[in-house]
Protein backbone atom coordinates (compact mmCIF):
# COMPACT_ATOMS: atom_id res chain seq x y z
CA UNK A 1 0.00 0.00 0.00
CA UNK A 2 1.12 3.66 -0.83
CA UNK A 3 -0.34 7.13 0.54
CA UNK A 4 0.09 9.72 -1.96
CA UNK A 5 -0.76 13.48 -0.54
CA UNK A 6 0.00 16.61 -3.15
CA UNK A 7 0.20 20.14 -2.39
CA UNK A 8 1.26 23.25 -4.04
CA UNK A 9 -2.38 23.59 -6.72
CA UNK A 10 -3.45 27.39 -6.64
CA UNK A 11 -4.36 29.91 -8.99
CA UNK A 12 -1.76 31.76 -11.20
CA UNK A 13 -1.76 33.97 -14.25
CA UNK A 14 -0.95 33.01 -17.97
CA UNK A 15 2.96 32.96 -17.92
CA UNK A 16 2.79 32.44 -14.54
CA UNK A 17 4.99 29.32 -12.01
CA UNK A 18 3.76 26.79 -9.95
CA UNK A 19 5.01 24.20 -8.37
CA UNK A 20 3.61 20.41 -7.46
CA UNK A 21 4.59 18.42 -4.77
CA UNK A 22 3.76 14.82 -4.28
CA UNK A 23 4.78 13.05 -0.82
CA UNK A 24 4.60 9.23 -0.45
CA UNK A 25 4.41 6.55 2.25
CA UNK A 26 3.77 2.89 2.88
CA UNK A 27 5.59 0.66 0.92
CA UNK A 28 7.39 3.21 -0.93
CA UNK A 29 10.77 1.06 -1.77
CA UNK A 30 8.70 -0.94 -3.88
CA UNK A 31 7.97 2.87 -5.97
CA UNK A 32 8.78 1.90 -9.85
CA UNK A 33 7.49 5.43 -11.21
CA UNK A 34 6.31 8.32 -10.24
CA UNK A 35 3.91 10.36 -12.88
CA UNK A 36 1.77 13.64 -12.62
CA UNK A 37 -1.70 13.37 -14.91
CA UNK A 38 -4.22 15.96 -15.15
CA UNK A 39 -8.20 15.72 -16.29
CA UNK A 40 -10.46 18.28 -16.86
CA UNK A 41 -14.20 17.86 -16.65
CA UNK A 42 -15.55 15.79 -19.46
CA UNK A 43 -12.13 14.72 -20.56
CA UNK A 44 -10.04 11.54 -19.68
CA UNK A 45 -7.48 11.39 -17.59
CA UNK A 46 -3.66 12.46 -19.22
CA UNK A 47 -0.40 11.45 -18.28
CA UNK A 48 1.11 14.79 -18.12
CA UNK A 49 4.60 13.60 -16.75
CA UNK A 50 6.44 10.57 -15.46
CA UNK A 51 10.04 9.47 -13.92
CA UNK A 52 10.89 6.53 -12.88
CA UNK A 53 14.18 5.77 -9.82
CA UNK A 54 16.46 5.93 -12.41
CA UNK A 55 15.76 9.04 -12.92
CA UNK A 56 14.60 9.19 -16.51
CA UNK A 57 11.37 11.09 -17.86
CA UNK A 58 9.02 11.35 -20.33
CA UNK A 59 6.62 14.72 -21.10
CA UNK A 60 3.22 15.47 -22.51
CA UNK A 61 3.92 16.84 -26.28
CA UNK A 62 2.79 20.15 -24.97
CA UNK A 63 4.24 20.29 -21.66
CA UNK A 64 7.63 20.05 -22.87
CA UNK A 65 10.12 22.75 -22.17
CA UNK A 66 8.11 24.51 -19.68
CA UNK A 67 7.43 21.06 -17.06
CA UNK A 68 10.35 19.98 -15.01
CA UNK A 69 9.73 16.17 -13.23
CA UNK A 70 11.50 15.25 -10.93
CA UNK A 71 11.97 12.26 -7.74
CA UNK A 72 13.63 12.95 -4.27
CA UNK A 73 14.30 9.06 -3.63
CA UNK A 74 15.89 9.93 0.06
CA UNK A 75 12.64 11.90 0.41
CA UNK A 76 9.62 9.86 -0.87
CA UNK A 77 8.37 12.90 -3.18
CA UNK A 78 7.76 13.69 -6.34
CA UNK A 79 7.51 17.29 -7.68
CA UNK A 80 6.62 19.20 -10.80
CA UNK A 81 7.87 22.34 -11.28
CA UNK A 82 5.47 24.42 -13.64
CA UNK A 83 6.83 26.95 -15.71
CA UNK A 84 5.28 29.36 -18.26
CA UNK A 85 2.04 28.14 -17.50
CA UNK A 86 -1.21 28.53 -19.85
CA UNK A 87 -4.85 28.67 -19.84
CA UNK A 88 -4.92 25.27 -21.32
CA UNK A 89 -2.88 23.81 -18.61
CA UNK A 90 -5.62 24.29 -16.20
CA UNK A 91 -7.18 20.90 -14.62
CA UNK A 92 -7.03 18.86 -11.47
CA UNK A 93 -3.98 17.58 -11.15
CA UNK A 94 -3.08 13.91 -9.94
CA UNK A 95 -0.13 12.46 -8.60
CA UNK A 96 0.05 8.50 -9.52
CA UNK A 97 2.65 5.67 -8.29
CA UNK A 98 3.17 2.17 -9.92
CA UNK A 99 4.86 -0.48 -7.86
CA UNK A 100 7.54 -2.64 -8.82
CA UNK A 101 6.75 -6.12 -10.21
CA UNK A 102 2.64 -5.10 -9.78
CA UNK A 103 0.07 -4.22 -11.66
CA UNK A 104 -1.27 -1.88 -8.32
CA UNK A 105 -1.50 1.94 -9.22
CA UNK A 106 -2.25 4.46 -6.50
CA UNK A 107 -3.13 7.72 -7.10
CA UNK A 108 -3.38 11.05 -4.80
CA UNK A 109 -6.76 13.25 -3.91
CA UNK A 110 -5.81 16.17 -6.86
CA UNK A 111 -5.22 19.29 -6.66
CA UNK A 112 -6.53 21.92 -8.71
CA UNK A 113 -4.16 24.06 -10.90
CA UNK A 114 -6.13 27.31 -12.73
CA UNK A 115 -4.69 29.58 -15.01
CA UNK A 116 -6.30 32.84 -16.38
CA UNK A 117 -5.60 34.29 -19.23
Known amino acids: QVQLVESGGGSVQAGGSLRLSCAAS????????MAWYRQTPGRQRELVAD???????DYLDSVKGRFTISMDNAKNTVNLQMNSLKPEDTAVYYC???????????WGQGTQVTVSA
Open 96 to 106: NADLINSPDTY
Open 51 to 57: VNRGGTT
Open 26 to 33: GSTININV
